[in-house]
């Protein structure tokens, strides 16, 4: 299987789980136009517990009903 870049990937996957260290390069790694990649009923799940994913960002784009999201 070939290495991805995270865009790639992202479309690819219907359910991403962002993994990232607390570092400032990956704080919002994961923010609005990259939630715009998943398929429509994809799944973000969040397990790293640190900034990576723009919460805020992905609240607003689970409340439109295109998304769900799961952060432990």
């Known amino acids: 299987m070939p290495c991805l ?4 990937a992202a479309r690819a996957a219907r359910t991403p789980v962002p993994r990232a260290p607390p570092v ?4 919002n790694l994961l923010d609005t136009a990259e ?6 009923g994809g799944t973000v ?9 723009d919460t805020e960002a992905l609240i607003r784009e689970c409340g439109t009903g295109r998304l769900n999201a799961w952060r432990e």
Request: glycine residues 4%.
């Open 5 to 8: 870049d995270g865009h790639t």
């Open 24 to 27: 400032p390069e990956t704080r």
């Open 35 to 40: 939630r715009a990649l998943p398929p429509d």
């Open 45 to 53: 799940i969040n397990t790293a517990r640190a900034p990576i994913v």
